[in-house]
């Protein structure tokens, strides 16, 4: 696959790189078509927030990186997507809070599975879950291929990060008792409002700060990174961030009423 050179004065030079990598991860055989069309629909919401990680968002990592840290069994869920955008802090980020990785995918063949277990074992994975018949227990209340759980994986597992989810999913995951954690850039989404905790961010610019504050908060007291989540209100955090987009796009309104 020939590879477009983006020129780095482009103003939009970032996005047009992650799109590249779609790109890629597509050829590879990681992401699908629906897959595409997920992270165009993502971008938009990402120009809505002026494309940067909001203080809201921030909070937040900071509350899921705490989450994660005092988690006994936590396991990030893997999909075409995640694969293709942020391997590398997948990998690290597991190793970094003594998380399990699973694939969990919503339009699921074994090839697929393999070329994503390939490119997270390239990052340094040692042990990959979910794959093929490992796959072999089922979540009650789902019909899509998302239901199929690893059962030394997500079904034994606590706490979830589950970055670019599904709402149904999310939501059974909730009543399972586990903690969910997701990363996405839709504040009114299923899956953002259903979550235990969301980050509204785009996931290029959320693992990287997810995996630093894993790292600066690994040392602190659970007690600490406890009360930390005991503060964190997940609806006010969302609540704020959509005023954040309301606001934004007001301004930037007048800006260019102004202008004509």
């Keep these: 696959m020939t590879k477009t050179k983006i020129p780095k004065t482009h103003p939009r030079a970032k996005s047009l ?4 990598k779609v790109n890629e991860g597509y050829s590879e055989g990681i992401m699908t078509e629906q897959g595409l069309i997920a992270h165009g629909r993502g971008e938009a919401f990402d120009y809505l927030l002026g494309e940067i990680t909001i203080s809201e968002a921030t909070i937040a990592i900071k509350v899921a990186a705490a989450t994660l840290l005092i988690a006994k069994n936590p396991i990030i869920s893997v999909n075409g997507n995640v694969a293709t955008l942020t391997p590398k802090e997948v990998v690290k980020l597991a190793k970094n809070v003594g998380a399990k990785i699973e694939v969990n995918l919503f339009h699921r063949t074994l090839e ?3 070329a994503i277990m390939k490119k997270l074992k390239s990052f340094g994975a040692k042990n990959v879950l979910g794959i093929g018949k490992e ?3 089922e979540m009650n209340g789902l019909e899509s291929s998302r239901r199929w759980m690893d059962p030394n994986g997500i079904m034994i597992s606590d706490t979830v990060l589950v970055p670019l989810e599904d709402g149904d999913r999310t939501a059974e995951l909730r009543k399972a008792g586990k903690t969910v954690i997701t990363i ?3 504040p009114l989404s299923r899956t953002a409002q259903t979550a235990s905790l ?3 961010d785009n996931i290029v610019r959320a693992m990287p700060l997810l995996l630093e504050e894993t790292k600066k908060l690994k040392n602190i007291e659970n007690d600490i990174l406890k009360d930390m989540i005991k503060r964190f209100d997940n609806k ?3 609540g704020k961030s959509l005023s954040y987009i309301i606001k934004r796009l007001e301004k930037d309104s007048v800006i260019r009423v102004n202008a004509q």
């Design 198 to 200: 969301t980050i509204v």
């Design 236 to 238: 006010v955090n969302l």
């Design 112 to 114: 697929r599975e393999k």
């Design 135 to 137: 796959a072999a227990f």
């Design 184 to 186: 996405d850039l839709n």
């Design 17 to 20: 790189q992650v799109r590249e």
